[in-house]
């Protein structure tokens, strides 16, 4: 965690944040313990103040320490870990829509290409003068 960092005087909101997570998850024992109802909420919070650490992090005029802004390296990499994450179950599936997905595009442009027509079976319009009524 990151209990090194004065946060408390330097980014009171994000300290706040931080100690509310530690409780939720702690009152529980553990995140996959956390009801359905409120992982989301837990989530939620956690992936803001990975951001809020990021963002502090990049702050060139922040009153932070190497110390303090290795110790929130360091909790921010945890955060991440149990954020940022996509399942390999998910990972397969985008993987073959995409790939079922390209290749019946490359089929069609290919169809659509041989035909040299966007419209099939509709006649052409005389288009002179940007007119596209019949003459």
């Given at each position: 965690m990151a209990a090194g960092c004065e946060l408390s005087t330097s980014r009171p909101s994000l300290a706040l944040l931080i100690r509310d997570i530690a409780k939720q998850i702690q009152s529980?024992?553990?995140?996959?313990?956390?009801?359905?109802?409120?992982?989301?909420?837990?989530?939620?919070?956690?992936?803001?103040?990975?951001?809020?650490?990021?963002?502090?992090?990049?702050?060139?005029?922040?009153d932070l320490s190497k110390a303090d802004i290795a110790t929130l390296g360091a909790y921010k990499k945890g955060l991440d870990g149990a954020t940022k994450f996509i399942p390999d179950w998910v990972k397969v599936s985008v993987a073959l829509a995409l790939g079922?997905?390209?290749?019946?595009?490359?089929?069609?442009?290919?169809?659509?290409a041989k035909s040299n027509d966007l419209w099939p079976g509709r006649r052409r319009r005389n288009c002179r003068h940007g007119d596209d009524r019949r003459r």
């Open positions: 529980y024992g553990s995140l996959a313990k956390i009801p359905a109802a409120s992982v989301g909420n837990t989530r939620n919070d956690m992936y803001l103040t990975s951001e809020a650490i990021r963002f502090l992090q990049k702050d060139k005029e922040s079922l997905g390209s290749a019946s595009l490359s089929r069609s442009a290919k169809r659509s």
